[in-house]
């Protein structure tokens, strides 16, 4: 019987563990975080928390991800996934670029980095985070209603001589939404006018209780210009990300997200994919959305090919039969002949979708095409 702990559970619904053990002593099951519990208690909770529940079965047409099928025993730590949000001017992508400064390998590789919406950066002591590229308040949003809860860990960045803008709070609501921890970067230190404290009371309006308040929100000062604090930003992350238990099985049929996807000239379709679980190789074949393919080639974040990328590694995937859409899941799956018809049936609701005026709901879409 597959068993699975309070905490993964709560990992994989992007839930926080301890509102779990909440529910759970409420309906007489007194456990802690690191408890396991059966797979018909994590489906109930899986429900009571408005998720999913997902199974994967041969004769089923579609395949969907975050099925809880993973035992406990295969689970192996992952770097979390970054997402910075902040409002516009407040440095988000100087940070980016001072983050991505750190990195050792990038050092080795010539410091030529490319473009692909999502990199990784790997720390002195060996351990690795993955940045999202900032996608945009309305992109986090419309990924996650698409089931796409790819973000681990938000860093807020708040310029402290601006302090709290409109789309700082579209941020903070949208990270509550998400129930994602949350880091604040307070930008722009370096500024004569910059007012930390002034920031840190403001935040407490949208009940933000940050650290240096008596509250349990990290924050940390920075300066992206200036390359202050990013040391200690950084620790906080892996801090954070501790305290997730972030895991996955490396071992399976790779997993993953769709982070953006274009049509090259050159290389045709071409997907930034984040893999969420397994192990993603050259040569597998694999549904995208209402795409399919075969893997012909994975270049990482360096621009290097690269034979393979495991859970939490941005990767992106060439070999696809058209452009899929950011959010989209990728399946690795057996045959080409499973792919395709995976594919075409997903290709077949949308087309549906689009031609029906009145709001389908997943029943009438089905009844449609029985
Ligand atoms: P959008 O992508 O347009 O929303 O902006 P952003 O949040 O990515 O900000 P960006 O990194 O482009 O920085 C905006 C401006 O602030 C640039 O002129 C940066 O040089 C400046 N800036 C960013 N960080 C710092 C800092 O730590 N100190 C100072 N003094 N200026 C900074
Ligand atoms: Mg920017």
């Known amino acids: 019987p597959e068993t699975i702990t309070v905490q993964e559970l709560a990992n994989r619904m992007a839930e926080k563990g301890a509102d779990l053990v909440k529910s759970l002593f409420k309906m007489g ?7 396991t519990i059966d797979q018909d208690t994590a489906e109930l ?3 009571e928390f408005g998720h999913n529940i997902v199974r994967v079965s041969d004769s089923d047409i579609d395949i969907q991800t975050d099925t809880v099928d993973d035992a406990v025993e295969s689970l192996l730590p992952r770097p979390p996934v970054v997402t910075i949000m ?8 100087s940070l980016l670029d001072a983050l991505r400064g750190t990195d050792v390998v990038a ?3 010539g410091g030529i980095t490319q473009h692909i919406g999502a990199y990784q950066v790997t720390q002195k002591d060996k351990s690795k985070i993955t940045f999202l590229d900032t996608p945009g308040h309305e992109a986090f949003t419309e990924m996650r209603q698409r089931g796409a809860n790819v973000t681990d860990i938000v860093i807020l960045v708040v310029a402290a001589d601006d302090g709290l803008m409109p789309q700082t709070i579209e941020a903070i609501s949208h990270t509550k939404a998400a129930g994602v ?3 604040v970067a307070i930008n722009k230190i370096d500024k004569h006018d910059a007012n930390a404290q002034k920031v840190r009371e403001r935040l407490l309006e949208h009940d933000i209780q940050v650290e240096e308040m008596g509250g349990e929100t990290q924050d940390v000062e920075v300066s992206a210009l200036k390359k202050l604090g990013l040391d200690d930003l950084i620790e906080k992350i892996q801090l954070q990300a501790e305290l997730l238990e972030l895991r996955a099985n490396p071992d399976r049929s790779a997993e993953g997200t769709v982070i953006e996807a274009k049509l090259d000239k050159g290389r045709g379709p071409v997907a930034t994919v984040l893999v969420s679980r ?5 040569g597998d074949i694999f549904v995208c959305g209402a795409e399919s393919g075969k893997v012909r080639a994975l270049i990482d974040d360096k621009g290097r090919q690269v034979k393979e990328a495991g859970p939490s590694v941005p990767v992106e995937v060439l070999g696809l039969s058209g452009v899929p859409m950011a959010g989209d899941p990728l399946q690795v799956v ?3 002949a499973r792919a395709r018809e995976v594919a075409a049936y997903r290709a077949s609701v949308i ?9 389908a709901s997943l029943e009438t879409m089905f009844s449609a095409l029985k």
Do not use: C, S
């Open 45 to 47: 909770m899986v429900t």
């Open 29 to 35: 099951m007194p456990v802690t975080v690191t408890q």
């Open 334 to 336: 057996e045959t080409e």
């Open 107 to 109: 050092g080795e590789a």
């Open 86 to 93: 902040g409002h516009v001017d407040h440095g988000k992508t």
């Open 181 to 183: 921890p949350m880091i």
């Open 278 to 282: 397994g192990t993603l190789r050259v």
């Open 351 to 359: 087309q549906n979708k689009r031609t029906t005026t009145a709001p």
